[in-house]
């Protein structure tokens, strides 16, 4: 598929028989641990052209009034040959995936 058809220009391939795809993975660390994110989105239009993720200008906003909405995210001496985008410290912590999580379909989504 061609770049200029993308919703997401940092995707760095797209499986439309799959419906699936591959992008940037980049690592952070998260109380001690290591842990790993994709660049979705950008509140600087400039950054996000560069990096071909998405502008969101409102993300600016996320915060206004409610500081347990955010989380504070600080680069530790990134190489740029190893990651563009330097690893990241996240403060706040990680996303919890343990195996006692169980998706279900809703039965309202059944044929």
């Known amino acids: 598929m061609p770049s200029s058809k993308l ?8 499986d439309l028989d ?3 795809v591959r992008l940037p993975l980049y690592p952070g660390k998260a109380a001690g641990k290591t842990v790993w994110y994709v660049l979705l989105d950008a509140s600087n239009a400039g950054i996000a052209n560069d990096r071909g993720v998405n502008y969101a200008p409102k993300l600016t906003k996320i915060g206004t009034g409610c500081e347990a909405c955010i989380q504070t995210v600080t680069l530790e001496a990134p190489t ?14 990680a996303p919890e995936f343990s195996p006692t999580r169980v998706a279900t379909q809703d039965p309202r989504d059944s044929p």
């Open 80 to 93: 740029p040959l190893a990651n563009r985008f330097g690893p990241a410290v996240v403060v706040a912590g």
């Open 7 to 14: 919703a997401l220009g940092s995707a760095i391939q797209v």
């Open 18 to 20: 799959a419906n699936t």
